[in-house]
């Protein structure tokens, strides 16, 4: 038995679960949903998101409304939504609030697909947020979707690892992969009729935690943290939106640098305070940090490319007996 659907999502990790989809060829996909096209890049150009541009290749209908809110234009997308008739309403990181009134349009019931082990991470940014705290497990939950933030019933879930050296990139990408067979296992067993196999299960609200849209103050690095949680933080904001810290030098002016994730060090041959520079060992920076030193091995100063440790070292430490970072620039000028 096909179940009609309407699909709904935006960005890459939706589009990985709409191609599974139409790989798959059980669903009878009636539509896609996505958010409408937005500046991006240098030139600002108006870009569609990955969700559109994966829909048009297989011709599917695309709408872009810009809410479901009760006004003439929400309703005017609700009821266009509405006439398609779905069994199913298939979503994943669309974006938009669901009221309601929509999520009672499918026939069976409204899916998603969230990024986290609900009810942890509930929210914008779960696979940042589970990195950047430290997690060394994750997973995708199949959610039946209720007008709470990620708060509906759970049909079924799967754990995954998070290694020492993943970032949100390369987790996004597993996590894709795995919420998409995980969608693909729920919906067989929707139309072998064995849904009480799966029966919703509530999330315990006493586990719950959020993960709310990354801010630009969480990019900036706090050395005062000890070399793992350093990591595991750096970790979680590559490649987007980057983590930041901000190196002084007596007589200049705090400069802007972006690092990529380093490698852990077991101690510093001295101690110094957090953000200190201690010098360049193996190829690597060692900056002090809390409980030890953190190595960066490839930073990105304001305006420039990225860099190894060493050409940094040479273009922007030499001359200098003092140097260190921190998170934030100064609120004077330098010298003052």
Known sequence: MKLRAVFMGTPDFAAAILKALLDDARSDLLAV?????????????????????????HNLPVFQPLHFKSDPEGDAAFHELAALEPDMLL?????????QRVLDIPRLMPLNVHASLLPKYRGAAPIQRAIMAGESVTGVTIMRMEAGLDTGPILMQRAVGIDINDTSATMHDILAIEGAALLLRTLDRLRAGSLPAIAPTAQDEARATYAPKLRTIDSLLDFSLPPQALHAHIRGLTPRPGALMYLHREGKDPLAVQPAPGQLREACAAPHPPGRIVGLVEGALLVNCGEGCYAFTSLR????????????????????????????????????
């Open 33 to 57: 949903y996505t958010q409408p096209d937005r500046p991006a890049g240098r030139g600002n150009k108006l870009t569609p998101p990955p969700v559109k541009l994966l829909a048009q290749e």
């Open 91 to 99: 979503v994943a990181a669309y974006g938009l609030i669901l009221p």
């Open 301 to 336: 100063p304001a305006g420039k490319n990225s860099m190894d440790a060493t050409a940094f070292v040479n273009g922007y430490l030499q001359g200098f007996s003092e140097a260190f970072f921190i998170g934030a620039p100064p609120q004077t000028p330098a010298g003052e």
